[in-house]
């Protein structure tokens, strides 16, 4: 699980700004204890804020370190894809990025710091006995290895002042740094964070630019395909009193999630269509998504392009959700709110609640404006972000908005809207008004 996150000179990230998962209140079921640890972690991350705050960049930066691990290995031989501030000294300081992260109980910190030309420095490290030992530290291109991993030693050979030594380290069999890779690898990204396409992908120019994540949709899709059932991967909630998880196969437990929504779908068809070109008049078969839906005693299966924008962001989460869930990963969603109703983004958030629905601890960090959400938050699963006079991203947690205990009785959404934690797009209509004529 996800303890804290720190990034800064990333985008509108000037200063350090760090998101915590720990938990300030402790007495409820969303707050997993962590033994090993000493605290209780968080399965849900809220970030608020006005329009241009920096929100989406807070999320992106923990996207960016994920990308990053993935793939300095293979696409970073001619430069490093970051985007510092751009103001003041931004340019031409480097970035940094830590995270902290439990693996099987135990505590793993990862601190790197990189500019757009070399990384700098790097180090893993973990806390075995609660004591910080070293993993591997590499500043430039000298690298050093903890003791007894032999395992790693390759890692040298394939170091480049551009490369990643958690990219490298991580494909040598040594678990102590492939099991914390592999928990950064598996962090999902949704919505509109934006990331960087490899050289030689589809953009606009080419090379490094920005891109929408994916919707989710193949993700989900596999669940449902006939092709996998003979490959079922079962969800093992061996505390579930009912059974109703651990009984069943992949398809089920998806077309489960589906009809929680209520959307008026029963079922999920995946099949052949041949289709026809009308330049060459070849004949090519290519796989059809269609939803069922129920209309009385009658049902129709309808093409996924004729669904509503909210039935295709639900039907997209699917996989990514049932996916973290089962390994404890980590789901990133940017503006959850833009196409989802509030009473599915809230049933959403209840799911990761529950240790029943959600027994490894997977998290949910995400992005909104839907206020109607803060009912179903505690005080310290909330973020709010401000922009600054220097257009630089400040983050605050709500449970200690501006050195002030928040009370956990507060109504989160009553005092948002009234300004109590700021955070709010300040409206003045009066140049608009100038421009269009109306005063003087």
């Given at each position: 699980m996800l303890i804290r996150f720190e990034a800064s000179?990333?985008?509108?990230?000037?200063?350090?700004?760090?998101?915590?998962?720990?938990?300030?209140?402790?007495?409820?079921?969303?707050?997993?204890?962590?033994?090993?640890?000493?605290e209780s972690l968080l399965t849900l991350a809220a970030v608020y804020g006005p329009n241009a705050s920096g929100k989406s960049n807070v999320a992106g930066a923990l996207a960016w370190l994920r990308d990053a691990v993935e793939d300095s290995l293979r696409f970073w031989e001619d430069d490093i894809p970051l985007e510092p501030f751009a103001f003041g000294a931004g340019p031409t300081e480097p970035s940094e990025f830590v995270i902290e992260a439990t693996v099987d109980g135990v505590r793993f910190e990862y601190v790197l710091e990189i500019d757009a030309s070399q990384v700098l420095y790097e180090g893993l490290f973990h806390y075995p006995e609660k004591k910080r030992r070293r993993i591997f530290e590499r500043e430039g291109s000298e690298l050093k290895l903890q003791r007894g991993l032999g395992a790693?030693?390759?890692?040298?050979?394939?170091l480049t002042e551009r490369t990643l030594a958690l990219?490298?380290?991580?494909?040598?069999?040594?678990?102590?740094?492939?099991?914390?890779?592999?928990?950064?690898l598996r962090i999902q990204v949704l919505g509109q964070v934006p990331r960087r396409a490899p050289p030689g992908a589809s953009s606009f120019g080419g090379g490094w630019r920005s891109r929408p994540r994916f919707s989710g949709r193949a993700d989900t899709a596999r669940w449902f395909d006939v092709r996998n059932n003979?490959?079922?991967?079962?969800?093992?909630?061996?505390d579930d009193e009912e059974g109703r998880w651990s009984s069943l196969s992949r398809r089920e437990q998806a077309l489960a999630l589906l009809r929680l929504a209520d959307l008026g779908i029963e079922d999920v068809v995946i099949d052949e269509q041949e289709v026809v070109y009308s330049g060459s008049g070849e004949t090519r078969t290519q796989r059809r998504l269609r939803l069922v839906h129920r209309s009385g005693d009658n049902s129709a299966p309808l093409d996924f392009s004729a669904?509503?924008?909210?039935?295709?962001?639900?039907f997209g989460l699917i996989g990514p959700v049932l996916t973290a869930l089962r390994s404890g990963s980590i789901v990133i969603f940017d503006e959850l709110d833009a196409s989802l109703h509030p009473t599915l983004s809230a049933e959403l958030l209840r799911v990761f609640q529950s240790p029943v629905t959600n027994p490894y601890g997977a998290q949910l960090i995400f992005?909104?404006?839907?206020?109607?959400?803060?009912?179903?938050l505690n005080r310290d699963e909330v973020w709010l972000t401000e922009k600054r006079l220097d257009g630089s991203t400040r983050l605050g947690a709500l449970a200690e908005f501006a050195g002030e205990r928040v009370r956990k009785s507060q109504n989160l959404e009553n005092a948002y809207l009234h300004g109590r934690f700021g955070a709010l797009p300040q409206v003045d209509q009066t140049e608009f008004l100038?421009?269009?004529g109306l005063i003087g």
């Open positions: 000179n990333y985008r509108s990230i000037a200063a350090g700004v760090e998101l915590s998962m720990v938990a300030v209140d402790r007495d409820r079921e969303a707050a997993r204890e962590q033994p090993r640890l000493g790693l030693s390759g890692t040298r050979e394939l990219s490298v380290a991580r494909r040598f069999d040594e678990p102590l740094v492939s099991n914390f890779a592999r928990n950064i003979d490959q079922l991967s079962l969800f093992p909630l061996a669904e509503s924008e909210g039935t295709r962001t639900w992005t909104s404006h839907d206020t109607s959400l803060l009912n179903h100038r421009a269009l």
